[in-house]
């Protein structure tokens, strides 16, 4: 079990980590959280490379403290005709319903694993905190990277995964419980009854390895950060809580399910991109069952959907939206997300109330 100061190895001033979430967010929650104190990331895994030296720009003309770029390693399988086939097949009678033509489908994705051309974008800009998901890179590559004297995190959502990555040398695990939203981590396997949850899966993890374990899914408040501290966690990383920040780039369509009693609903779906991720339950995920085995490879299988999406939301509906939620939404609140981050590192002991009003604070999370 790790008992260092996991302050220093983030170089924040708090264990709070904002979670890298894709499609909701850019620089500017992550800007946001970092001038808080906390560890604001930024996804990478949707972004070109001149857009993520864009984003990067903008956080480093901003603030001067760190941040954590974030993203995926998943191993590109060839482009399947026949399953686009399958799953066009499927999606056609949405697209008739929408009065809409099935797009002919495309060998291109819009989530690209890390690789050397995206360490030749960001290299110059000497990241601190590098995190990925779906496991690590090759290893010429993490051997480059590990070079940098950076700080290297990797989600693991079971403790085979985590003894996995601690052998390749991380620095440290996000343990990814089964109620965070989003993608799931999950790499070594694609079974999803091995997913446990948040409480389960930190002390097993923290108690057999010596890194630190930053705790993720279904934190979303003070209890919820120092439970997961009680259990062996160094540090937290919430996502959902930020969702309705005011620096979130979260949808009109998507805020308001959060606010809604749907988001009591989540599943498990790999309908949205082909890989299980964690989402509010809307018409696709009722009517074509939440996991299906028609759906194409990741991450091929978001273009049909992101077709879909667009054209159901400029009618105004999420039929098709990968609404992205945690199983704990509770913490949501609509204020700054550097006002958010101070709020929970108050409310958790980590400093003086004192330290943000003089009257007592408006939220209470």
Not at 150 to 177: K, M, N
Request: proline share 6%.
């Amino acid at each position: 079990m790790y008992t260092g100061n996991i302050d220093e190895l983030l170089g924040c001033e708090l264990p709070i980590i904002q979670a890298p979430m894709a499609g909701v967010q850019d620089s500017e929650l992550a800007i946001a959280v970092c001038q808080a104190g906390g560890l604001g990331s930024l996804p990478c895994a949707m972004l070109s490379a001149d857009g993520m030296v864009e984003e990067i720009k903008l956080i480093q003309r901003s603030t001067d403290k760190p941040f954590n770029l974030n993203f995926f390693c998943h191993s590109m399988p060839a482009f399947d005709p026949e399953k686009q086939q399958r799953w066009q097949t499927t999606l056609s009678p949405y697209f008739q319903q929408l009065n809409a033509e099935l797009p002919a489908a495309e060998n291109g994705a819009s989530r690209m694993p890390f690789s050397h051309d995206i360490a030749d974008a960001i290299e110059p800009f000497h990241p601190r905190v590098l995190s990925f998901h779906f496991g690590l890179p090759e290893p010429d590559l993490l051997k480059r990277i590990q070079h940098w004297d950076c700080t290297i995190l990797a989600s693991a959502t079971t403790l085979q995964e985590a003894h996995w990555l601690e052998a390749r040398g991380v620095d440290a695990i996000i343990a990814q419980g089964v109620e965070a939203g989003g993608h799931r981590g999950m790499f070594l396997s694609q079974d999803t009854s091995t997913q446990i949850s948040t409480t389960a899966l930190v002390p097993q993890i923290a108690q057999q390895v010596r890194v630190p374990v930053i705790a993720a899914g279904g934190i979303a408040d003070s209890r919820g950060i120092q439970a997961a501290l009680m259990l062996g966690a160094s540090a937290v990383q919430l996502g959902t809580a930020y969702l309705l920040c005011t620096e979130a780039k979260t949808s009109s369509l998507h805020r308001a399910a959060i606010k809604s009693e749907r988001s009591q609903h989540t599943a498990l779906t790999n309908l949205f991109s082909g890989r299980p991720a964690r989402g509010i339950v809307n018409r696709l995920m009722s009517e074509q069952g939440y996991l299906s085995d028609s759906v194409a490879d990741f991450p091929y299988a978001a273009s049909e959907v992101t077709a879909l999406r667009k054209l159901a939301e400029s009618q105004g509906l999420d039929d098709f939206s990968p609404l992205w939620c945690g199983q704990n939404p509770s913490g949501c609140v609509e204020i700054s997300a550097a006002e958010l981050t101070l709020l929970l590192a108050c409310e958790s002991g980590m400093i003086d109330c004192q330290y943000l009003h003089d009257e007592p604070y408006p939220y209470s999370i």
